[in-house]
């Protein structure tokens, strides 16, 4: 069974602070997958990682980066939160050798003051 | 890029009744179409996925239809259940090997009503 793990479900941060968000899943995943939800949005894609140190921006990257040491490990970062930046964030892995299917993070809910 | 619309935004059927929601993509390279239910407060989970090479797909009272030409593809779901209540995302991938990007449309909010 795929197992897709958020390092926070709550997070609450200030204006101006650095966040990181991590996503690890345990089943040797290529592809790997930052989203944020927002109401009446859906899911849009922040960044995603093909290969260990490999990344590209997806449609709204603004504001964020991305970092994958490891190939179990995708971290989203905030460099400066903005109180834009609350949203839902929910991290997703694709076993690109046999499926497509997308495996889904249970989300991190960030609220920046 | 892709991109992906979806309608209703919000859909409320009587149980027993069918639901239909139908989204377009732009990409003419998109070549996998999934679709995800999210209840509230979960993850969003696969449900079905259609590929270009099939026009139709049904598992038990879900199915999906896709027409290339139009570049529109559309989730029924027959017998409505409570249980079906959630949102469901359509999406659109251009597969080439293992390099994805997964498009996902604005959601539809399903209303069951027992």
């Known amino acids: 069974d795929v197992k897709v793990t958020q390092s926070s479900r709550y997070l609450v941060k200030r204006t101006g602070e650095k966040v990181f968000l991590e996503c690890v899943q345990d089943m040797d995943h290529e592809n790997m997958f930052w989203y944020r939800q927002d109401p009446g949005l859906g899911l849009r894609l922040i960044y995603f990682s093909y290969d260990v140190k490999m990344k590209e921006k997806g449609d709204i990257p603004e504001g964020y980066s991305v970092s994958r040491e490891k190939k179990e490990r995708f971290s989203l970062i905030l460099e400066s939160a903005s109180t834009n930046q609350t949203s839902m964030y929910l991290c997703?892995?694709?076993?690109?050798?046999?499926?497509?299917?997308?495996?889904f993070g249970p989300g991190t809910r960030l609220t920046v003051l | 890029g892709e991109n992906v619309e979806q309608h209703p935004s919000t859909l409320s059927v009587q149980e027993g009744d069918s639901a239909v929601i139908k989204c377009t993509y732009s990409?003419?390279?998109?070549?996998?179409f999934p679709w995800y239910k999210q209840e509230l407060g979960k993850r969003p989970q696969l449900i079905i996925d259609?590929?270009?090479?099939?026009g139709e797909k049904k598992d038990q009272r879900i199915a999906v239809t896709l027409n290339k030409t139009a570049k529109h593809f559309s989730l029924h779901i027959t017998e409505t259940q409570p249980e079906d209540s959630a949102v469901y995302f359509c999406a659109a991938s251009p597969f080439s090997g293992g390099y994805q990007k997964v498009t996902f449309g604005t959601g539809t909010k399903l209303q069951v009503i027992p």
């Open positions: 259609i590929r270009s090479n099939v």
């Open positions: 997703a892995s694709i076993d690109a050798r046999s499926t497509d299917t997308q495996y």
């Open positions: 990409d003419s390279a998109s070549n996998y």
